[in-house]
């Protein structure tokens, strides 16, 4: 029998996926059809989605929502999605996740504690449903989908990830959405931040968890 704190946790839960169930569906369509994430019916005092990636060339995007964002009921949704081989897109991933919220604001070099121009906060990596789907039997074969949440400096406009263009947002918060060929641990694409005149200031490589920048103050003489 669970304890009434268990109880109470669980009951929690169900409501997190229930809140979940109903608030990513809509996200979803919108973000794969080209359109603007937040549904125009959807109040953002109520719902407001913060950060969203779409690799329509992979098949692959991520968004999240925020619930009662700036209050103490506040809860945060990540949903990874999938195109699946019949060309329908399915949620693969995600979930409820511990969050402060709506981020913000967005900081520059060296001030309130922004070191680097790109700040890797989560990444993870999981075998392709999609993959695993159509062929069950050769698992080893399935691609990685991984997803990045990054906090870029404000000295950086855009990304390019790969060679995909990825603006970032005024607050400075970055999902990402992108995929890995099979291997024994997933290779996340180049991401370059760059300034408004197109200049590079600095590059995250695949499996390094400090970007350049940082690397360039940590190896510099005392």
Same mark, same amino acid.
């Given at each position: 029998?669970?304890?009434?704190?268990?109880?109470?946790?669980?009951?929690?839960?169900?409501?997190?996926?229930?809140?979940?169930?109903?608030?990513?569906?809509?996200?979803?369509?919108?973000?794969?059809?080209?359109?603007?994430?937040?549904?125009?019916?959807?109040?953002? &005092?109520? @719902?407001?989605?913060?950060?969203?990636? $779409?690799?329509? !060339?992979?098949? /692959? #995007? +991520?968004?999240?929502?925020?619930?009662?964002?700036?209050?103490?009921?506040?809860?945060?949704?990540?949903?990874?999605?999938?195109?699946?081989?019949?060309?329908?897109?399915?949620?693969?991933?995600?979930?409820?996740?511990?969050?402060?919220?709506?981020?913000?604001?967005?900081?520059?070099?060296?001030?309130?504690?922004?070191?680097?121009?790109?700040?890797?906060?989560?990444?993870?990596?999981?075998?392709?449903?999609?993959?695993?789907?159509?062929?069950?039997?050769?698992?080893?074969?399935?691609?990685?989908?991984?997803?990045?949440?990054? &906090?870029? @400096?404000?000295?950086?406009?855009?990304? $390019?990830?790969? !060679?995909?263009? /990825? #603006? +970032?947002?005024?607050?400075?918060?970055?999902?990402?959405?992108?995929?890995?060929?099979?291997?024994?641990?997933?290779?996340?694409?180049?991401?370059?931040?760059?300034?408004?005149?197109?200049?590079?200031?600095?590059?995250?490589?695949?499996?390094?968890?400090?970007?350049?920048?940082?690397?360039?103050?940590?190896?510099?003489?005392?």
């Amino acid at each position: 029998m669970l304890t009434a704190q268990q109880e109470q946790q669980r009951q929690l839960l169900i409501r997190r996926q229930r809140r979940s169930d109903r608030l990513l569906p809509p996200v979803v369509r919108r973000l794969v059809a080209g359109r603007d994430p937040q549904p125009p019916w959807l109040p953002r &005092r109520l @719902a407001t989605v913060v950060a969203w990636d $779409l690799d329509a !060339d992979a098949g /692959v #995007a +991520v968004v999240r929502v925020v619930w009662r964002p700036g209050s103490a009921q506040a809860e945060t949704f990540d949903g990874v999605v999938e195109r699946t081989p019949a060309g329908t897109w399915q949620e693969t991933g995600g979930g409820g996740i511990d969050d402060a919220g709506v981020p913000g604001p967005r900081r520059s070099l060296g001030r309130d504690g922004q070191v680097g121009v790109i700040e890797v906060l989560t990444s993870n990596g999981l075998l392709s449903w999609a993959a695993l789907a159509s062929r069950p039997s050769r698992a080893h074969e399935a691609s990685w989908v991984g997803t990045t949440e990054l &906090r870029v @400096a404000a000295e950086a406009t855009h990304l $390019l990830v790969g !060679d995909r263009r /990825v #603006a +970032v947002p005024p607050h400075g918060t970055v999902l990402l959405a992108w995929t890995s060929p099979p291997a024994a641990v997933p290779r996340r694409p180049l991401i370059r931040a760059m300034a408004p005149d197109g200049t590079e200031v600095s590059r995250l490589e695949p499996h390094d968890a400090l970007d350049a920048h940082t690397l360039r103050l940590l190896s510099a003489p005392s």
